[in-house]
């Protein structure tokens, strides 16, 4: 069997397997997986075992990550790796003081134009922040990507972690190892570290974020006092099944990412042709409420979210989808969390997000729609930096609108929205280009520059009982 290009096969009805964490396995052949064993003396149909590794060998079962591929050739079978020239200066992958700054200020960055020359996706992908380094395998960076042509005869693999990336503009029909993904927006994927990949835009345009992490990999936070379900559901993220490729393609081309570089190998064979795999290590994507794992895809539409139903604002931690946690429980060294449609109901209560200072930093990104918290300025495809302990929170004309109403508004809900944010407990430094985009909105502190003091000067008395019901006296 030869399976055809893979840009005239994306079917729309494309198969998956479902759940998170699972063992899968799949087979584009019937046979063609070994049984009993994971490395026979001769695999069926003449094919080559080959393990990939997402974890040490020696990691506690629970923690072990690895998939057996089962490839017409191995991916060994390839030229000596090349600097890739020219270089590409915007990839980062270890945060020091030569290319990087840090700053308290709090930073947003209007949308990004799609270039006009042609872009595809390796060459659209540039880092705004991060933290730590790729060699000490601790740390992460966020990315932006503006594109507008698909991967030609080359493959992609990063070798420095695992990409969580969120499409706001265009889909990205994405191939890898284990089989094809298409991803919308509002949906994600996460290509783990070392599987190869090519991305065609099917709709031209594409714009979007992306997350890298160091050394860890995502999972579905515990739910505590939730109980059993709620926020992301295992049986959402999708999988999906063996797909390959076939025959000779000279002249094509890896390009492996190493230590922020990027690497060029020549090889005559497509990467995609593995036709029967088995593992937990796989890519996968999810959707605004659905998360796909090992080539998983999640649509963040089906995230069941949590809130209040009587006072109060909930800590955004209860809108988490994924996170990468560190060795110190409860601390993340990368978090992401989603602010879908959802009612508000809270009585007596400032209903947006709250004023505050964090010690974990926040990059925040817009998919569609608006953000609660942000009356103006803050678009789809722009994004966000609240770094630690940096004060942030709901603009002037946000706060103003809010405490209008006083207490007589009703329930309330936010529609029509996804914004998300990467959260973690390093404390990012920002690259030089983004800090000198054109894009940068230097007039973003202006949003809380209105707010005035609602202050009475009133001890807690009858004098001033209006406040206590929510209508600030104004003196």
């Given at each position: 069997m030869e399976c055809s290009s893979r840009s005239s096969n994306f079917p729309s009805d494309l198969e998956y397997q479902t759940g998170f964490g699972n063992h899968f396995s799949s087979e584009a052949i019937v046979g063609t997986l070994p049984q009993g064993q994971n490395s026979p003396l001769i695999c069926p149909f003449g094919l080559y075992a080959e393990q990939i590794s997402g974890t040490s060998f020696t990691s506690p079962r629970k923690l072990n990550q690895r998939s057996w591929l089962y490839r017409i050739k191995p991916s060994v079978t390839h030229e000596p790796f090349r600097p890739r020239m020219p270089r590409h200066e915007k990839l980062v992958s270890e945060f020091n003081q030569s290319n990087s700054s840090a700053t308290p200020t709090q930073l947003r960055w209007k949308p990004v134009e799609i270039p006009e020359t042609p872009t595809d996706f390796i060459d659209g992908l540039y880092t705004i922040c991060g933290a730590g380094s790729s060699y000490l395998r601790h740390g992460f960076a966020i990315h932006m990507y503006t594109a507008n042509k698909s991967m030609e005869n080359s493959a992609f693999c990063n070798a420095d972690g695992d990409f969580l990336i969120v499409p706001q503009k265009g889909r990205?029909?994405?191939?890898?190892?284990?089989?094809?993904?298409?991803?919308?927006?509002?949906?994600?994927?996460?290509?783990?570290?070392?599987?190869?990949?090519?991305?065609?835009?099917?709709?031209?345009?594409?714009?979007?974020?992306?997350?890298?992490?160091?050394?860890?990999?995502?999972?579905?936070?515990?739910?505590?006092?939730?109980?059993?379900?709620?926020?992301?559901?295992?049986?959402?993220?999708?999988?999906?099944?063996?797909?390959?490729?076939?025959?000779?393609?000279?002249?094509?081309?890896?390009?492996?990412?190493?230590?922020?570089?990027?690497?060029?190998?020549?090889?005559?064979?497509?990467?995609?042709?593995?036709?029967?795999?088995?593992?937990?290590?796989?890519?996968?994507?999810?959707?605004?409420?659905?998360?796909?794992?090992?080539?998983?895809?999640?649509?963040?539409?089906?995230?069941?979210?949590?809130?209040?139903?009587?006072?109060?604002?909930?800590?955004?931690?209860?809108?988490?989808?994924?996170?990468?946690?560190?060795?110190?429980?409860?601390?993340?060294?990368?978090?992401?969390?989603?602010?879908?449609?959802?009612?508000?109901?809270?009585?007596?209560?400032?209903?947006?997000?709250?004023?505050?200072?964090?010690?974990?930093?926040?990059?925040?990104?817009?998919?569609?729609?608006?953000?609660?918290?942000?009356?103006?300025?803050?678009?789809?495809?722009?994004?966000?930096?609240?770094?630690?302990?940096?004060?942030?929170?709901?603009?002037?004309?946000t706060y103003e609108a809010t405490i209008a109403l006083g207490n007589e508004a009703g329930p309330h809900r936010i529609a029509d929205t996804m914004a998300f944010m990467f959260e973690s407990c390093l404390i990012p430094r920002v690259c030089p280009w983004a800090l000198e985009s054109p894009f940068m909105d230097h007039d973003y502190y202006q949003c809380w520059i209105g707010l005035k003091s609602h202050f009475s000067g009133l001890s807690m008395n009858e004098d001033n009982v209006d406040l206590q019901k929510g209508k600030p006296i104004e003196r």
């Open positions: 990205l029909w994405i191939t890898t190892e284990c089989g094809r993904l298409q991803v919308c927006p509002g949906e994600i994927v996460i290509l783990p570290q070392g599987y190869r990949f090519a991305v065609d835009l099917p709709d031209g345009p594409s714009r979007g974020y992306v997350a890298e992490t160091f050394g860890t990999h995502l999972q579905l936070p515990d739910l505590g006092p939730i109980g059993a379900n709620g926020l992301a559901a295992p049986r959402d993220f999708l999988v999906p099944v063996a797909w390959y490729e076939d025959g000779s393609r000279p002249g094509y081309t890896i390009v492996q990412k190493y230590g922020g570089e990027l690497f060029t190998a020549k090889q005559d064979f497509s990467p995609f042709n593995v036709v029967a795999w088995h593992g937990n290590y796989v890519p996968y994507k999810a959707v605004p409420d659905v998360i796909y794992f090992l080539n998983l895809q999640y649509d963040l539409s089906k995230f069941c979210p949590y809130n209040t139903v009587l006072m109060d604002h909930s800590d955004p931690s209860i809108n988490t989808v994924l996170t990468a946690p560190t060795d110190k429980p409860g601390v993340a060294l990368l978090d992401f969390v989603i602010f879908p449609p959802r009612w508000l109901v809270a009585e007596h209560t400032f209903r947006p997000p709250y004023y505050h200072r964090n010690c974990m930093s926040e990059f925040m990104g817009l998919i569609y729609g608006g953000y609660e918290a942000k009356a103006d300025g803050f678009h789809p495809g722009g994004a966000s930096l609240h770094s630690c302990m940096t004060p942030h929170g709901p603009d002037t004309k």
